[in-house]
């Protein structure tokens, strides 16, 4: 698959770690040396995970080589939809008069993107379909509750969107050379690790240790497939790029690994943990900066429990 174009949104919004002293009394220095986080990304009023999800479309739209109604499969990817019956794959389908696609929604928990980049694989090889939009857009803070101790202070919202197809479209288009994605519900806490129950309690994370160990240990197994298949070594990796969770998590891969931090891209400091967007959004804000011929792993780990992740040759 050859990446079109991509395009992403951020809110404005910061939420510096000072204010959870007074919501959940964790100060800032702890939420630092736990997670790394130093403020997050917020969704503003009139904001939510359909407007983000377009505006990402938006920004990927003057970087797209053809028309958009060429687009044969649209993808919502994503797991704090702000509805999950008219679905954002179909509001980008009427917004840009799409006609002719298919528009599906699926979620697996923070590996949701990569989940619907293997989906899209899955219709080019059976030729039904060559243009794909996939979007992803997490509205976390909608969701979660910043009294929670435990992961109250974790969550920041963003969206990225990203134009795939079977063909390459013009010369150059960096590519997704392969996809692997695993479902881990039998393992550690699996469903009970992360949940979001929108009339309970939202998005709750009530063992974050056991998150934490399964975490690191499947996205590493997640780039030893990817690169294993590939002949290649994760040594010969230009940048690795895992799901913003916890920067603890993305320093115990990088230990685990034998190799330095500055191999990992991150912008989880900044924006928090943005979810299922949270590894294509690192890529999307650098990969005008990588040089062609650079290879990238993204790697990611979700709640239920999940893995997957996929590599791309810039």
Not at 148 to 158: F, I, R, T, V
Not at 160 to 173: C, D, I, L, T, Y
Not at 222 to 233: F, H, M, R, Y
Request: charged share 20%.
């Amino acid at each position: 698959m050859f990446i079109n174009a991509t395009g992403y949104y951020i809110p404005e919004t910061r939420v510096s770690n000072d204010h959870f002293l007074e919501v959940n009394g964790l100060t800032s220095d702890w939420i630092v040396q736990r997670t790394g986080i130093q403020t997050r990304s917020k969704a503003g009023e009139d904001e939510n995970s359909e407007t983000m999800g377009l505006n990402a479309v938006e920004n990927a739209l003057p970087k797209l080589p053809y028309p958009i109604e060429e687009v044969d499969l649209i993808v919502s990817a994503c797991y704090s939809p702000r509805d999950t019956v008219a679905t954002l794959a179909h509001l980008a389908q009427r917004k840009y008069n799409i006609a002719g696609a298919k528009a599906v929604y699926l979620s697996s928990a923070c590996s949701s993107f990569s989940n619907g980049l293997e989906v899209i694989e899955g219709y080019f090889a059976m030729n039904k379909a060559s243009k794909a939009l996939i979007i992803c857009s997490e509205h976390n803070t909608y969701y979660s509750n910043e009294t929670d101790p435990k992961c109250g202070h974790l969550w920041g919202d963003a969206a990225v969107a990203v134009f795939v197809s079977k063909e390459e479209q013009r010369p150059g288009e960096s590519q997704i050379l392969d996809i692997f994605t695993r479902g881990l519900g039998h393992v550690g806490k699996g469903p009970d690790g992360v949940r979001l129950r929108p009339k309970e309690d939202g998005i709750t994370m009530p063992d974050g240790r056991d998150v934490f160990m399964h975490a690191c240990k499947y996205m590493i197994e997640v780039l030893e497939q990817l690169t294993g298949k590939n002949n290649i070594t994760i040594a010969d990796l230009k940048y690795i790029i895992c799901h913003q969770a916890n920067m603890r998590i993305v320093a115990n891969v990088a230990h685990l690994l034998n190799l330095d931090m500055s191999k990992f891209l991150n912008n989880i400091q900044e924006l928090g943990n943005t979810g299922s967007a949270s590894a294509m959004l690192v890529l999307a804000q650098h990969i005008h900066e990588l040089q062609k011929g650079d290879l990238i792993g993204l790697t990611v780990f979700g709640g239920g429990y999940s893995s997957g992740g996929f590599l791309v040759r810039i």
